[in-house]
């Protein structure tokens, strides 16, 4: 499970074992007509922004198309709510913009 970062800290460690229970154990489901039935046996979570890393990077197969690997080994730099990153670079600030 994804969940948004201010989720991660210890302060909200019982909702995330709320979830886990909520989430672990058998699940049934229609749709369209056809009846679905799924056993979760384990629940782990990570946050939103390294889930979504993963889904640009692997297919519904869990194959890595060509050249989105790099994702995963290259420096990244992007945008994010005012501020803008440069990349990773140790203990840098973001500037804020």
Same mark, same amino acid.
Do not use: C
């Given at each position: ?5 201010? *989720? $991660? +800290?210890?302060? $909200? &460690?019982? %909702? ?7 989430? %672990?154990?058998? !699940? ?6 056809? =009846?679905?039935?799924? *056993? ?11 889930? %979504?890393?993963? =889904?640009?990077?692997?297919?519904? =197969?869990?194959?890595?198309? /060509?050249?989105?690997? /790099? ?15 440069? +990349?990773?670079? +140790?203990?840098? &600030?973001?500037?804020? !913009?």
């Amino acid at each position: 499970v994804g969940l948004p970062l201010q *989720t $991660m +800290g210890e302060e $909200m &460690k019982e %909702a995330r074992i709320g979830l886990r229970k909520w989430l %672990a154990g058998p !699940h049934e489901w229609k749709a369209d007509g056809t =009846d679905y039935r799924v *056993t979760v046996e384990r629940v782990r979570w990570t946050s939103q922004p390294v889930g %979504a890393l993963f =889904d640009f990077v692997l297919t519904d =197969d869990l194959q890595i198309p /060509n050249g989105r690997g /790099n994702a995963l080994t290259e420096e990244v730099g992007g945008g994010l709510g005012g501020f803008q990153y440069g +990349g990773v670079d +140790g203990d840098r &600030k973001p500037d804020r !913009h």
